[in-house]
């Protein structure tokens, strides 16, 4: 129980070291390979909920059973430049299913160095391609996680052969529906060839459907080496012969969708084919049969059971699952802001294992994060370049925050995958205006901070000048004033140098909540996901030494101190009520 705001309050503080954690080895049909990689799918503001429960009394004795929903699988096809990477990310925010794509996979596997991703790593080494076994495998792993057996599953252009796809079949696992987006070749290849790259702001227009806004502007335009008519034209050969290959295996579940329409237009299509058969899997789960159990009961129990934010996080070493939902849950917000243009981000996020702050060795964490969101990115061609600060200041006074020494060296020696992406798409930079390339699409800050006696802002306000329009985003920024080598606070150009740091918009947040001058237990979690609202959630425990999160209020703004203690007490909100003692004291740390 919550005492007063003037006795008992709530404060934010990290928590313990960073150590990996292996996940169970699982094997698909005959083959025996390990796997630690977990991708889960973005998670909307609401309970979910794998089950439906009913309970109906006609006749004594008689109740419908509390029999679980087989949730949704879907495959989806589509030639390059198809609109099918955009129609994925709508399925996954409607219907909240596990999104599965076979590159994400395997360039997690061979980065994670797990058995599968050793295998793949040696044909990969060798020039050859990775053998069906491997890639089924490797899917099927994914396919058999606890995630995408209670949310369903989207297969993103796999399979791509006749093989694959029977062995799939022969694994008994088969889609509900298989959905092809169809658009003719000119209007494919016209997309890809009529692209072209702003290398001052990074913008991409379309010469006849979104031509520049000047003739100054159409002048410097440039075209991508992958958008000629001549690879284009291959690569969507490629994709037919595919297509051919394993359009025998799925013509009974087949729905080709037009693709040659607006975005909004299309997924209505997908929408109401989707919605359809969720309608017919649940009324064929409702069937009248003896039961003796309470089911409205356990229906209360699954209602409640909130899966928005994984429980014990106060336990170390955080297992990989819990690591990956909140790599996953940063990248899909950040992929949202960037898709909807906008241009200064930053991520907050205060999990133990991603706050280096008192602990240095929490920075290769850190680390994986940046490397999930700079991939992603990567994928869909985006020259990224990964910046963390340089040293700062001179003779003796030269120097770096202590968690961020070293990890450039960190960021190149990591794993980047067999992709080529390191030294194309992706390189490491630092923080200023001279580290600004034409051919750069976007920058992801490293944990950006002011040091005791330097200030970084005046580096990185010349940085984003230089970017311009396009996207760069902050990771962990710590940009707060600090006091200068002389004691006293860097006075001056303060209120600029903030108003600075404020510009930039969050496009995640999540930070755990403490009572004052404790790490245990956890009151509670701040939550944001652009676009959303900020939602507050109080940890509950339960039997058994389990626990869960339940949501309490939502807020369009970052909550204040007095606002998170009100709804943990249950008082109504009073927008007029100023911190006050603790409370106040508090508010300057959150």
């Known amino acids: 129980m919550l005492a007063s705001s003037s006795s008992t309050a709530i404060s934010l503080h990290p928590l313990a070291n960073y150590n990996a954690s292996a996940t169970p080895s699982l094997n698909p049909s005959s083959l025996s390979f390990s796997s630690s990689y977990s991708y889960l799918s973005p998670l909307s503001f609401r309970l979910h909920s794998s089950k439906t429960h009913l309970r109906i009394t006609p006749k004594k004795g008689l109740r419908v059973s509390c029999s679980t929903n087989e949730p949704l699988k879907v495959m989806i096809s589509g030639a390059p430049a198809s609109g099918k990477g955009t129609q994925c990310e709508l399925i996954v925010q409607k219907f909240g299913l596990v999104h599965i794509s076979t590159g994400d996979l395997l360039r997690a596997e061979v980065s994670s160095g797990t058995e599968i991703g050793n295998k793949a790593k040696e044909f990969m080494n060798s020039g050859r391609l990775v053998p069906d076994e491997i890639v089924t495998a490797m899917v099927t792993v994914r396919l058999s ?144 049969v003896l039961q003796t159990e309470n089911c409205l009961d356990q229906a209360s129990s699954n209602e409640e059971k909130w899966r928005g934010i994984p429980t014990r996080l106060n336990n170390i070493p955080h297992s990989r699952e819990i690591r990956n939902y909140f790599y996953d849950d940063v990248l899909q917000a950040t992929q949202r802001a960037v898709n909807d243009g906008r241009t200064r981000l930053k991520v907050e996020i205060n999990i133990p294992e991603l706050n280096p702050e008192m602990d240095v060795y929490r920075i290769g964490t850190l680390m994986e994060l940046v490397r999930v969101i700079a991939l992603s990115f990567a994928d869909d061609g985006k020259r990224v370049k990964v910046c963390v600060q340089g040293s700062m200041g001179e003779g003796a006074l030269a120097g770096m925050p202590l968690q961020l ?136 425990d339960e039997p058994s030494g389990k626990e869960k999160y339940v949501s309490l209020s939502t807020f369009k703004e970052r909550p204040t101190i007095d606002e998170i203690n009100d709804a943990f007490l249950g008082k109504p909100r009073n927008k007029d009520k100023k911190a006050s003692g603790i409370w106040g004291f508090l508010s300057g740390v959150f």
Request: charge should be neutral.
């Open 145 to 288: 996680r606890q995630d995408a057996k209670e949310k369903g599953w989207l297969l993103d252009g796999y399979p791509r052969s006749f093989a694959q796809a029977q062995s799939l079949e022969e694994l008994n696992i088969r889609p509900d529906i298989y959905i092809v987006l169809d658009v003719p070749d000119e209007i494919l290849i016209d997309r890809c060839v009529g692209r072209r790259l702003d290398p001052v702001t990074g913008k991409i227009y379309h010469l006849k459907n979104f031509p520049p806004e000047s003739e100054e502007i159409k002048a410097r335009l440039v075209t991508r080496a992958d958008d000629t008519e001549e690879k284009v034209k291959s690569r969507l050969e490629i994709y037919k012969q595919n297509a051919a290959a394993i359009s025998s295996t799925y013509s009974s579940i087949t729905n080709k969708i037009d693709g040659n329409r607006p975005k909004e237009i299309i997924f209505k299509d997908i929408d109401s084919l989707l919605s359809q058969l969720l309608k017919d899997k649940t009324e064929k789960s409702m069937k009248p």
């Open 405 to 540: 020494a070293g990890t450039r060296k960190i960021l190149e020696f990591m794993d980047w995958g067999n992709y080529g992406a390191m030294g194309t798409f992706i390189k490491i930079g630092s923080i200023g205006a001279k580290e600004v390339d034409e051919e750069d699409d976007m920058f992801i800050l490293v944990a950006p901070q002011n040091a005791v006696g330097n200030c970084i802002i005046d580096d990185l306000r010349a940085m984003t000048d230089a970017a311009g329009k396009r996207p760069v985003i902050l990771i962990n920024p710590r940009l707060k004033d600090l006091p200068g080598s002389s004691g006293i606070m860097q006075t001056m150009g303060r209120d600029k140098r903030l108003e600075y740091a404020a510009s930039f918009e969050s496009c995640y947040f999540f930070r755990l909540l403490y009572y004052a001058g404790t790490q245990y237990p956890i009151m509670g979690a701040i939550r944001m996901t652009y676009p959303y609202d900020y939602e507050l959630y109080k940890r509950v």
